[in-house]
């Protein structure tokens, strides 16, 4: 079975960067598209980036030109640099590894590291 384990949260004040760091285990992590959610206190999870097998990738549009999703299929880790953050950029964020069956996909989830940004 897959794992994911996500690192890198923690408090930034606005304006700053933070990296988040996602390792994967238990699959062919080449083989999976990947991406980073986050849900804020009373809100739905959003999606936030994903990065596909060939590295094409994705935004939602309130972190085009911030954030950029990156992997590295050698150490089964994929990446999310965040760059000028803002306080509504607040929220626990979650990696996510999609295996496709077809037409079917099947999401795994890390258990989510928490960013804050705040004065």
């Known amino acids: 079975q897959v794992q994911l384990v996500e690192s890198g949260g923690g408090l930034v004040q606005p304006g700053g960067s933070l990296t988040l760091s996602c390792a994967a285990s238990?699959?062919?992590?080449?083989?999976?598209?990947m991406g980073w959610y986050r849900q804020a206190p009373g809100k739905q999870r959003e999606l936030v980036a994903t990065i596909n097998i060939i590295g094409r990738t994705n935004y939602t549009d309130s972190v085009k030109g911030r954030f950029t999703i990156s992997r590295d299929n050698a150490k089964k880790t994929v990446y999310l640099q965040m760059n000028s953050l803002k306080p509504e950029d607040t929220a626990v964020y979650y990696c996510?590894?999609?295996?496709?069956?077809?037409?079917?996909?099947?999401?795994?989830w890390g258990q989510g590291t928490q960013v804050t940004v705040s004065s």
């Open positions: 996510n590894l999609r295996r496709r069956r077809g037409t079917v996909d099947y999401d795994y």
């Open positions: 238990g699959g062919i992590f080449s083989l999976y598209a």
